[in-house]
Protein backbone atom coordinates (compact mmCIF):
# COMPACT_ATOMS: atom_id res chain seq x y z
CA UNK A 1 0.00 0.00 0.00
CA UNK A 2 1.45 3.01 -1.32
CA UNK A 3 2.05 5.83 1.52
CA UNK A 4 0.93 8.87 -0.28
CA UNK A 5 -2.09 7.24 -1.30
CA UNK A 6 -4.58 9.58 -0.35
CA UNK A 7 -4.82 13.17 -0.02
CA UNK A 8 -5.85 12.39 3.51
CA UNK A 9 -2.92 10.04 4.23
CA UNK A 10 -0.46 10.53 6.83
CA UNK A 11 1.57 12.85 4.24
CA UNK A 12 1.39 16.60 6.26
CA UNK A 13 -1.04 17.44 8.94
CA UNK A 14 -2.48 21.20 8.70
CA UNK A 15 -1.43 23.37 12.31
CA UNK A 16 -3.58 25.63 13.62
CA UNK A 17 -2.87 28.88 10.95
CA UNK A 18 -1.10 26.67 8.68
CA UNK A 19 -1.29 25.57 5.43
CA UNK A 20 -2.12 22.40 4.54
CA UNK A 21 0.12 22.29 1.53
CA UNK A 22 3.27 21.49 1.17
CA UNK A 23 4.74 24.61 0.19
CA UNK A 24 2.75 26.22 2.79
CA UNK A 25 4.44 23.81 5.64
CA UNK A 26 8.09 24.66 4.56
CA UNK A 27 7.56 28.42 4.67
CA UNK A 28 5.27 28.79 7.75
CA UNK A 29 8.57 30.13 10.56
CA UNK A 30 8.92 27.58 13.60
CA UNK A 31 9.89 30.87 16.45
CA UNK A 32 8.09 34.25 15.97
CA UNK A 33 11.05 36.80 16.56
CA UNK A 34 10.92 39.53 18.96
CA UNK A 35 10.68 43.05 18.58
CA UNK A 36 13.98 44.49 18.53
CA UNK A 37 15.05 47.38 21.27
CA UNK A 38 15.66 50.61 20.56
CA UNK A 39 19.48 52.11 20.52
CA UNK A 40 20.59 53.84 23.66
CA UNK A 41 21.66 57.31 23.21
CA UNK A 42 25.31 57.64 25.18
CA UNK A 43 25.28 61.37 26.54
CA UNK A 44 28.17 63.56 25.34
CA UNK A 45 29.75 66.83 26.30
CA UNK A 46 28.83 69.95 24.43
CA UNK A 47 31.05 71.24 21.73
CA UNK A 48 32.49 74.43 22.25
CA UNK A 49 30.12 76.54 19.76
CA UNK A 50 26.96 74.40 21.80
CA UNK A 51 28.07 75.55 25.11
CA UNK A 52 28.48 78.83 23.91
CA UNK A 53 24.98 78.60 22.65
CA UNK A 54 23.48 77.72 25.89
CA UNK A 55 25.70 80.16 27.99
CA UNK A 56 24.22 82.94 26.43
CA UNK A 57 20.67 81.58 26.61
CA UNK A 58 18.36 83.72 28.50
CA UNK A 59 17.56 81.28 30.81
CA UNK A 60 21.13 80.62 32.24
CA UNK A 61 21.72 84.05 32.17
CA UNK A 62 18.85 84.38 34.76
CA UNK A 63 19.98 82.11 36.52
CA UNK A 64 23.61 83.01 37.20
CA UNK A 65 22.28 86.66 38.31
CA UNK A 66 19.92 85.05 40.70
CA UNK A 67 23.17 82.61 42.06
CA UNK A 68 25.44 85.84 42.52
CA UNK A 69 22.75 87.91 44.53
CA UNK A 70 22.00 85.14 46.78
CA UNK A 71 25.41 84.77 46.98
CA UNK A 72 25.67 88.30 48.39
CA UNK A 73 22.65 88.68 50.16
CA UNK A 74 24.35 85.75 52.18
CA UNK A 75 28.00 87.07 53.12
CA UNK A 76 26.01 90.26 54.01
CA UNK A 77 23.63 88.37 56.37
CA UNK A 78 26.53 86.58 58.33
CA UNK A 79 28.91 90.01 58.40
CA UNK A 80 25.80 91.76 59.95
CA UNK A 81 24.87 89.11 62.19
CA UNK A 82 28.85 89.04 63.56
CA UNK A 83 28.92 92.94 64.01
CA UNK A 84 25.21 92.17 66.16
CA UNK A 85 27.15 89.52 68.01
CA UNK A 86 30.37 91.28 68.96
CA UNK A 87 28.40 94.55 69.54
CA UNK A 88 26.24 93.19 72.21
CA UNK A 89 28.58 91.21 73.66
CA UNK A 90 29.83 92.03 76.77
CA UNK A 91 33.53 93.38 76.53
CA UNK A 92 35.79 93.95 79.47
CA UNK A 93 35.97 97.89 80.17
CA UNK A 94 39.98 98.93 80.41
CA UNK A 95 40.16 100.74 84.18
CA UNK A 96 42.63 103.65 83.81
CA UNK A 97 44.50 103.18 86.81
CA UNK A 98 46.61 106.13 88.78
CA UNK A 99 50.51 105.48 88.99
CA UNK A 100 50.22 104.53 92.50
CA UNK A 101 47.80 101.62 91.50
CA UNK A 102 49.47 100.32 89.28
CA UNK A 103 52.78 100.76 91.33
CA UNK A 104 55.08 97.67 93.34
CA UNK A 105 55.79 99.28 96.89
CA UNK A 106 59.04 98.48 98.69
CA UNK A 107 59.31 99.71 101.93
CA UNK A 108 63.17 100.32 103.22
CA UNK A 109 64.36 101.94 106.28
CA UNK A 110 67.84 103.46 105.82
CA UNK A 111 70.41 103.43 108.31
CA UNK A 112 71.79 106.78 108.21
CA UNK A 113 74.29 107.00 110.84
CA UNK A 114 78.12 107.46 109.98
CA UNK A 115 78.72 104.01 111.86
CA UNK A 116 76.62 101.75 110.02
CA UNK A 117 77.42 103.89 106.61
CA UNK A 118 81.39 103.02 107.59
CA UNK A 119 80.69 99.48 108.04
CA UNK A 120 78.88 99.49 104.51
CA UNK A 121 75.30 98.70 104.95
CA UNK A 122 72.37 99.88 104.14
CA UNK A 123 71.89 103.71 103.97
CA UNK A 124 70.74 106.87 101.99
CA UNK A 125 74.54 106.55 99.90
CA UNK A 126 73.73 102.72 99.25
CA UNK A 127 70.21 102.97 98.59
CA UNK A 128 71.38 105.80 95.71
CA UNK A 129 73.40 103.31 93.80
CA UNK A 130 70.32 100.66 94.04
CA UNK A 131 68.18 101.97 92.64
CA UNK A 132 68.16 101.24 89.22
CA UNK A 133 68.50 97.80 90.46
CA UNK A 134 65.75 97.94 92.35
CA UNK A 135 63.58 99.99 88.72
CA UNK A 136 64.73 97.06 87.05
CA UNK A 137 62.76 94.32 89.69
CA UNK A 138 59.54 96.34 88.79
CA UNK A 139 59.73 98.41 91.86
CA UNK A 140 57.45 101.48 90.99
CA UNK A 141 57.93 103.42 94.63
CA UNK A 142 59.68 103.56 97.63
CA UNK A 143 58.66 104.07 101.26
CA UNK A 144 61.32 105.65 103.28
CA UNK A 145 60.79 104.82 106.83
CA UNK A 146 62.35 106.03 109.82
CA UNK A 147 63.45 109.74 108.76
CA UNK A 148 62.12 111.11 111.27
CA UNK A 149 62.45 112.09 115.02
CA UNK A 150 58.72 110.71 116.29
CA UNK A 151 59.18 113.55 118.75
CA UNK A 152 59.45 116.69 116.32
CA UNK A 153 57.09 116.94 112.86
CA UNK A 154 59.38 116.65 110.26
CA UNK A 155 60.14 120.36 109.16
CA UNK A 156 62.67 121.18 106.98
CA UNK A 157 64.99 122.25 110.02
CA UNK A 158 64.46 119.51 112.27
CA UNK A 159 65.46 116.33 110.59
CA UNK A 160 67.47 114.93 113.52
CA UNK A 161 71.53 113.62 113.76
CA UNK A 162 69.14 109.51 113.17
CA UNK A 163 68.37 110.39 109.38
CA UNK A 164 71.50 112.22 109.06
CA UNK A 165 72.17 115.60 106.97
CA UNK A 166 69.31 116.95 105.14
CA UNK A 167 71.66 116.86 101.39
CA UNK A 168 71.75 113.55 101.56
CA UNK A 169 67.40 113.08 101.68
CA UNK A 170 67.32 115.36 98.96
CA UNK A 171 69.63 113.47 96.90
CA UNK A 172 67.88 110.61 97.50
CA UNK A 173 64.84 112.03 96.08
CA UNK A 174 66.56 113.78 93.52
CA UNK A 175 68.05 110.59 92.11
CA UNK A 176 65.20 108.50 92.49
CA UNK A 177 62.85 111.01 90.54
CA UNK A 178 65.69 110.23 88.20
CA UNK A 179 65.42 106.59 87.78
CA UNK A 180 62.09 106.67 87.57
CA UNK A 181 60.71 105.87 90.94
CA UNK A 182 57.72 107.52 93.23
CA UNK A 183 59.45 108.46 96.85
CA UNK A 184 56.56 108.28 99.99
CA UNK A 185 57.93 109.50 103.20
CA UNK A 186 56.17 107.32 106.16
CA UNK A 187 55.34 109.49 109.24
CA UNK A 188 53.84 107.25 110.93
CA UNK A 189 53.87 108.04 115.01
CA UNK A 190 55.41 111.24 114.30
CA UNK A 191 54.07 114.25 116.39
CA UNK A 192 52.83 116.33 113.70
CA UNK A 193 50.19 118.54 115.10
CA UNK A 194 52.46 118.83 118.44
CA UNK A 195 49.83 117.35 120.73
CA UNK A 196 52.20 115.82 122.38
CA UNK A 197 52.84 118.24 124.97
CA UNK A 198 49.52 118.43 126.96
CA UNK A 199 50.55 121.67 127.41
CA UNK A 200 49.50 122.52 124.04
CA UNK A 201 45.95 123.92 124.03
CA UNK A 202 44.21 125.09 120.83
CA UNK A 203 45.64 127.95 120.38
CA UNK A 204 48.84 126.10 119.94
CA UNK A 205 47.50 124.17 117.08
CA UNK A 206 46.82 127.04 114.83
CA UNK A 207 50.36 127.83 114.69
CA UNK A 208 51.60 124.31 114.52
CA UNK A 209 48.92 123.70 111.74
CA UNK A 210 50.76 126.07 109.42
CA UNK A 211 54.43 124.98 110.14
CA UNK A 212 53.27 121.45 109.27
CA UNK A 213 51.41 122.72 106.26
CA UNK A 214 54.93 124.92 105.50
CA UNK A 215 56.91 120.98 106.02
CA UNK A 216 54.49 119.75 103.66
CA UNK A 217 55.26 121.95 101.02
CA UNK A 218 58.93 121.82 101.06
CA UNK A 219 58.82 118.20 100.96
CA UNK A 220 56.65 117.91 97.69
CA UNK A 221 58.73 120.52 96.38
CA UNK A 222 61.75 118.13 96.94
CA UNK A 223 59.92 115.44 94.86
CA UNK A 224 57.87 114.06 97.46
CA UNK A 225 54.94 111.40 95.76
CA UNK A 226 53.22 110.96 99.14
CA UNK A 227 53.21 110.49 103.25
CA UNK A 228 52.53 107.39 104.65
CA UNK A 229 50.25 107.66 108.17
CA UNK A 230 49.16 105.40 110.62
CA UNK A 231 45.20 105.06 111.64
CA UNK A 232 46.02 105.72 115.20
CA UNK A 233 48.18 108.90 114.74
CA UNK A 234 46.45 112.46 115.30
CA UNK A 235 47.04 113.31 111.53
CA UNK A 236 44.38 110.89 110.49
CA UNK A 237 41.13 112.71 110.81
CA UNK A 238 38.71 114.10 107.76
CA UNK A 239 39.77 117.84 108.88
CA UNK A 240 43.71 117.29 108.52
CA UNK A 241 43.24 115.08 105.31
CA UNK A 242 41.61 117.54 103.51
CA UNK A 243 44.43 120.19 104.29
CA UNK A 244 46.45 118.19 102.85
CA UNK A 245 44.82 117.30 100.14
CA UNK A 246 44.57 120.84 99.56
CA UNK A 247 47.96 121.28 99.64
CA UNK A 248 48.63 118.58 97.11
CA UNK A 249 46.80 120.04 94.57
CA UNK A 250 49.04 122.98 94.63
CA UNK A 251 51.61 120.42 93.32
CA UNK A 252 49.71 117.31 91.73
CA UNK A 253 48.46 116.76 88.24
CA UNK A 254 47.31 113.67 86.48
CA UNK A 255 50.31 112.19 86.32
CA UNK A 256 51.75 113.50 89.41
CA UNK A 257 49.64 113.13 91.99
CA UNK A 258 50.75 113.43 95.98
CA UNK A 259 48.94 110.63 98.06
CA UNK A 260 48.42 109.97 101.23
CA UNK A 261 48.91 106.01 102.73
CA UNK A 262 47.47 104.95 105.51
CA UNK A 263 48.73 101.59 107.39
CA UNK A 264 46.26 99.70 109.05
CA UNK A 265 47.45 98.83 112.82
CA UNK A 266 43.39 97.97 114.52
CA UNK A 267 41.33 95.21 112.94
CA UNK A 268 38.62 97.27 111.32
CA UNK A 269 40.14 100.65 110.02
CA UNK A 270 38.08 103.82 111.11
CA UNK A 271 36.42 105.03 107.93
CA UNK A 272 36.13 108.65 107.19
CA UNK A 273 33.73 110.04 105.27
CA UNK A 274 33.43 113.78 104.26
CA UNK A 275 29.63 114.68 103.88
CA UNK A 276 30.72 118.24 102.04
CA UNK A 277 33.28 117.25 99.97
CA UNK A 278 31.72 114.16 98.59
CA UNK A 279 34.09 114.27 95.80
CA UNK A 280 37.15 114.32 97.83
CA UNK A 281 38.75 111.04 98.82
CA UNK A 282 40.72 111.96 101.52
CA UNK A 283 42.91 108.46 101.64
CA UNK A 284 44.04 107.42 98.53
CA UNK A 285 45.72 103.73 99.75
CA UNK A 286 45.47 101.92 103.05
CA UNK A 287 48.54 99.37 103.57
CA UNK A 288 46.58 96.01 105.47
CA UNK A 289 48.99 93.00 106.68
CA UNK A 290 48.25 89.73 105.64
CA UNK A 291 49.32 87.81 109.18
CA UNK A 292 48.58 89.43 112.83
CA UNK A 293 50.95 91.09 114.68
CA UNK A 294 52.40 88.14 116.65
CA UNK A 295 55.73 88.03 119.01
CA UNK A 296 56.08 84.23 117.83
CA UNK A 297 56.37 82.63 114.22
CA UNK A 298 53.35 81.86 113.53
CA UNK A 299 52.39 77.68 112.46
CA UNK A 300 51.07 76.36 109.15
CA UNK A 301 47.60 76.16 110.47
CA UNK A 302 47.46 79.57 111.64
CA UNK A 303 49.02 81.63 108.68
CA UNK A 304 46.32 79.10 106.64
CA UNK A 305 43.61 81.04 108.87
CA UNK A 306 44.72 84.34 108.24
CA UNK A 307 44.98 83.81 104.45
CA UNK A 308 41.40 82.71 104.40
CA UNK A 309 40.13 85.17 106.59
CA UNK A 310 41.58 87.83 103.82
CA UNK A 311 40.27 86.20 101.26
CA UNK A 312 36.81 85.76 102.47
CA UNK A 313 36.96 89.51 103.29
CA UNK A 314 34.86 91.88 101.25
CA UNK A 315 36.58 94.55 99.12
CA UNK A 316 36.44 98.01 100.50
CA UNK A 317 35.88 101.45 99.14
CA UNK A 318 39.46 101.97 98.93
CA UNK A 319 42.24 100.62 97.09
CA UNK A 320 43.87 98.13 99.56
CA UNK A 321 47.66 97.40 99.46
CA UNK A 322 49.29 93.98 101.00
CA UNK A 323 51.95 93.54 103.13
CA UNK A 324 52.86 90.86 105.14
CA UNK A 325 53.03 92.12 108.66
CA UNK A 326 53.47 89.03 111.15
CA UNK A 327 55.65 86.63 111.34
CA UNK A 328 56.18 83.70 109.60
CA UNK A 329 58.70 80.91 109.13
CA UNK A 330 61.06 81.36 106.18
CA UNK A 331 59.49 78.63 104.18
CA UNK A 332 56.54 80.11 103.98
CA UNK A 333 58.29 83.69 102.80
CA UNK A 334 57.69 82.74 99.24
CA UNK A 335 54.04 81.83 99.19
CA UNK A 336 53.52 85.43 100.90
CA UNK A 337 55.43 86.84 98.32
CA UNK A 338 53.23 85.18 95.76
CA UNK A 339 49.79 85.75 97.95
CA UNK A 340 51.10 89.33 97.84
CA UNK A 341 51.88 89.97 94.06
CA UNK A 342 48.39 88.75 93.13
CA UNK A 343 45.75 89.80 95.16
CA UNK A 344 43.91 92.54 94.04
CA UNK A 345 45.59 96.11 95.04
CA UNK A 346 49.09 97.11 95.18
CA UNK A 347 51.97 94.98 97.25
CA UNK A 348 54.29 96.71 99.37
CA UNK A 349 57.24 94.21 100.19
CA UNK A 350 59.79 95.51 103.01
CA UNK A 351 63.42 94.91 102.68
CA UNK A 352 64.62 92.00 102.09
CA UNK A 353 68.51 91.01 101.65
CA UNK A 354 67.63 88.32 99.08
CA UNK A 355 66.72 90.92 96.88
CA UNK A 356 69.74 93.10 97.34
CA UNK A 357 72.00 93.79 94.58
CA UNK A 358 74.82 93.65 97.36
CA UNK A 359 73.91 91.96 100.11
CA UNK A 360 75.70 92.60 103.36
CA UNK A 361 75.97 89.34 104.77
CA UNK A 362 79.55 87.95 104.41
CA UNK A 363 81.11 84.93 105.86
CA UNK A 364 84.73 84.84 107.26
CA UNK A 365 86.51 81.81 106.00
CA UNK A 366 88.58 79.97 109.14
CA UNK A 367 91.74 78.62 108.87
CA UNK A 368 90.75 74.73 109.36
CA UNK A 369 89.63 72.83 106.37
CA UNK A 370 86.09 71.53 107.63
CA UNK A 371 85.23 75.39 108.24
CA UNK A 372 86.11 76.63 104.97
CA UNK A 373 84.27 73.91 103.18
CA UNK A 374 81.17 74.15 105.94
CA UNK A 375 81.26 78.23 104.85
CA UNK A 376 81.64 77.32 101.43
CA UNK A 377 78.48 75.00 101.56
CA UNK A 378 76.21 78.05 103.21
CA UNK A 379 77.54 80.22 100.74
CA UNK A 380 76.34 78.23 97.96
CA UNK A 381 73.30 78.10 99.92
CA UNK A 382 72.79 81.50 100.26
CA UNK A 383 73.63 82.21 96.32
CA UNK A 384 71.24 80.11 95.39
CA UNK A 385 68.42 81.18 97.50
CA UNK A 386 69.29 84.79 96.43
CA UNK A 387 68.90 83.84 92.70
CA UNK A 388 65.86 82.40 93.10
CA UNK A 389 64.35 85.08 95.28
CA UNK A 390 65.48 87.26 92.83
CA UNK A 391 63.81 85.14 89.98
CA UNK A 392 60.86 84.86 91.79
CA UNK A 393 60.49 88.89 92.55
CA UNK A 394 60.89 89.79 89.05
CA UNK A 395 58.35 87.28 87.29
CA UNK A 396 55.91 88.18 89.25
CA UNK A 397 56.48 91.96 89.04
CA UNK A 398 56.36 91.28 85.71
CA UNK A 399 54.19 89.11 85.31
CA UNK A 400 51.64 92.13 87.13
CA UNK A 401 53.13 94.93 85.22
CA UNK A 402 52.01 93.16 81.63
CA UNK A 403 48.45 91.30 82.50
CA UNK A 404 45.02 93.34 83.03
CA UNK A 405 43.66 90.42 85.05
CA UNK A 406 46.25 90.81 87.73
CA UNK A 407 46.20 94.89 88.13
CA UNK A 408 42.46 95.20 88.36
CA UNK A 409 40.59 91.56 87.17
CA UNK A 410 37.64 90.55 89.45
CA UNK A 411 38.80 88.33 92.60
CA UNK A 412 36.74 85.07 93.18
CA UNK A 413 37.52 82.84 95.98
CA UNK A 414 37.48 79.43 95.85
CA UNK A 415 36.74 77.37 98.21
CA UNK A 416 39.06 74.21 98.51
CA UNK A 417 37.31 70.60 98.62
CA UNK A 418 38.67 69.54 101.65
CA UNK A 419 38.26 65.58 100.74
CA UNK A 420 41.38 66.19 98.58
CA UNK A 421 43.74 65.62 100.79
CA UNK A 422 46.49 63.62 100.76
CA UNK A 423 46.49 60.03 101.96
CA UNK A 424 48.53 59.85 105.45
CA UNK A 425 50.71 57.09 106.09
CA UNK A 426 49.49 53.69 107.27
CA UNK A 427 49.93 54.76 110.71
CA UNK A 428 47.05 54.04 113.05
CA UNK A 429 47.59 57.11 115.16
CA UNK A 430 45.46 60.34 113.89
CA UNK A 431 47.12 62.92 112.63
CA UNK A 432 46.38 66.94 112.95
CA UNK A 433 44.81 68.01 110.03
CA UNK A 434 46.72 69.81 107.49
CA UNK A 435 45.47 73.33 106.48
CA UNK A 436 43.70 73.16 103.34
CA UNK A 437 44.57 73.89 99.94
CA UNK A 438 43.66 77.87 99.04
CA UNK A 439 42.94 78.98 96.08
CA UNK A 440 41.70 82.09 94.01
CA UNK A 441 40.85 83.45 90.54
CA UNK A 442 41.36 86.70 88.84
CA UNK A 443 39.68 86.89 85.77
CA UNK A 444 39.32 89.80 83.15
CA UNK A 445 37.11 89.29 80.28
CA UNK A 446 38.45 85.81 78.93
CA UNK A 447 41.80 85.69 80.58
CA UNK A 448 41.75 84.07 83.90
CA UNK A 449 44.84 83.29 86.57
CA UNK A 450 44.60 80.66 88.90
CA UNK A 451 46.73 80.82 91.85
CA UNK A 452 46.89 78.25 94.53
CA UNK A 453 48.06 78.03 97.83
CA UNK A 454 49.64 75.12 100.22
CA UNK A 455 50.33 76.44 103.63
CA UNK A 456 50.61 72.99 105.03
CA UNK A 457 53.77 70.66 105.08
CA UNK A 458 52.33 67.69 103.33
CA UNK A 459 52.01 67.26 99.02
CA UNK A 460 48.67 67.65 98.24
CA UNK A 461 46.50 66.19 95.19
CA UNK A 462 44.01 68.45 93.38
CA UNK A 463 40.57 67.02 93.63
CA UNK A 464 39.03 66.28 89.58
CA UNK A 465 35.49 67.73 91.11
CA UNK A 466 37.05 70.52 93.12
CA UNK A 467 35.76 73.38 90.34
CA UNK A 468 34.41 71.57 87.43
CA UNK A 469 33.38 75.33 85.82
CA UNK A 470 37.40 76.05 85.55
CA UNK A 471 39.15 74.91 82.35
CA UNK A 472 41.32 72.02 83.23
CA UNK A 473 44.21 73.06 81.06
CA UNK A 474 46.45 75.59 81.64
CA UNK A 475 50.20 77.08 81.36
CA UNK A 476 52.40 77.76 84.46
CA UNK A 477 52.97 81.83 85.24
CA UNK A 478 55.08 81.47 88.35
CA UNK A 479 55.78 79.12 91.51
CA UNK A 480 57.46 79.18 94.64
CA UNK A 481 60.89 77.27 93.42
CA UNK A 482 60.76 78.44 90.09
CA UNK A 483 60.75 74.73 88.63
CA UNK A 484 57.28 74.82 86.64
CA UNK A 485 57.58 75.22 83.54
CA UNK A 486 54.81 75.21 80.10
CA UNK A 487 51.78 73.80 80.17
CA UNK A 488 50.30 71.81 83.00
CA UNK A 489 46.64 69.99 83.55
CA UNK A 490 44.30 70.88 86.89
CA UNK A 491 43.62 67.09 87.06
CA UNK A 492 46.92 65.84 87.29
CA UNK A 493 48.39 68.39 89.25
CA UNK A 494 49.55 68.18 93.09
CA UNK A 495 51.46 70.81 95.33
CA UNK A 496 54.47 70.73 97.04
CA UNK A 497 54.76 71.58 101.13
CA UNK A 498 54.51 75.20 101.12
CA UNK A 499 54.21 75.80 97.75
CA UNK A 500 52.27 78.38 96.01
CA UNK A 501 51.11 78.33 92.02
CA UNK A 502 50.02 80.90 89.52
CA UNK A 503 48.34 79.49 86.43
CA UNK A 504 47.00 80.79 83.63
CA UNK A 505 44.12 78.76 82.24
CA UNK A 506 42.91 77.93 78.64
CA UNK A 507 40.35 75.95 77.13
CA UNK A 508 41.88 72.72 76.12
CA UNK A 509 43.26 72.91 72.54
CA UNK A 510 43.36 76.47 72.39
CA UNK A 511 45.94 78.85 73.78
CA UNK A 512 45.02 82.63 74.83
Known sequence: MPLNAGDTGYGSVAGPGLSSTVGGSESAPLLIPEDEPEPIQQWQPLSKEELKLTAGSPGWKKVRCYLVLLFWLAWLAMLAIAIAIITMSPRPVVTQLKWWQKSLFYQVEPELTLEKQAEGSWGINALCDELPYLKSLGIGALILQGLFDKKAYPTNNATGERIGTLPQIQHLLAESNKAGLKVLLNVCDVDLLGLGDEAGNASKTSGVSGTVHHALRFWLEQGAAGFEICDTDAAYSEKTLLEWKGVFKEFGSEEEERIVVVKQTSDVLPLLKSSSHSNVTVVDVVLKSILPTSQHLLSSEEVAAAIETQLQTKEDDFWPSWTVGGKASRDLKNLLLVLMMTLPGSPAVSYDEDINQTPSVSLKVNSSHR??????????????????????????????????????????????????????????????????????????????????????????????????????????????????MGATSLEALELRPHEAIVIKLFEAGSYS
Do not use: Y
Open 371 to 484: DTNISLDVSKNEEKNRRLAVALFTSLSHSRAREKALQFGSFTFLPFNSSSSSSSSNSTLPSPPSPPILAFLRSWGCVHFLILLNVGPGLRPLDPAWAPSLPKAGVFVSSTRMDR
